[in-house]
């Protein structure tokens, strides 16, 4: 309402019994106001602002720290899972090749291309019983039956 209608207002609500509200409009000009300031005040929200500050960093600190046990112990399961994997593929690996060492398969194998099984003193064996040969590491010069018996053999 302007300040025209607010006493017509007030006329007819006096005329019904109601008591009349009226209203002044007033200009306030703050416009020369400054405002002061107030270094207790000031201290108390500098302390506020770095006691929430430390609050959030400590809150994040402790996210990321647990975010990351539980990402590496995702990782832990991923690894224990692929060396269960590993494992087992070792297993069948070893149980393979058991198999395919197997001296009766391989003598049937032999057959099967023709081949016989050796004469006496045809054997030569180039290592001391081990699984291992390397054909690059220092042999002792020996003389074996093999090279003794060609030799008795077959004189030059």
């Not at 291309?113 to 699984?131: E, I, K, N, T």
Request: charged letters at 25%; one cysteine or more; hydrophobic letters at 45%.
């Amino acid at each position: 309402m302007g300040t025209l209608a607010a006493p017509a207002a007030a006329v007819r609500r006096q005329s019904r019994g109601v008591t009349p509200e009226i209203y002044f409009a007033k200009r306030i000009d703050n416009s020369r106001l400054v405002k002061v300031s107030d270094p207790k005040h000031n201290r108390e929200m500098a302390m506020f602002f770095g006691a929430t500050l430390l609050l959030f960093v400590l809150v994040m600190v402790y996210a990321w720290q647990h975010f990351s046990a539980i990402e590496c112990g995702y990782r832990v399961e991923q690894l224990r899972a692929q060396r269960d994997g590993l494992v087992e593929m070792n297993r069948a690996l070893r149980l393979e090749e058991a198999s395919l060492r197997d001296p009766q398969r391989i003598d049937l194998l032999a057959r099967r291309m023709g081949l016989a099984a050796p004469q006496a003193g045809q054997v030569v064996r180039l290592d001391d019983g081990g699984d291992s040969f390397d054909p690059g590491a220092p042999v002792m010069a020996r003389v074996s039956d093999a090279v003794r018996n060609l030799a008795v053999v077959s004189p030059q």
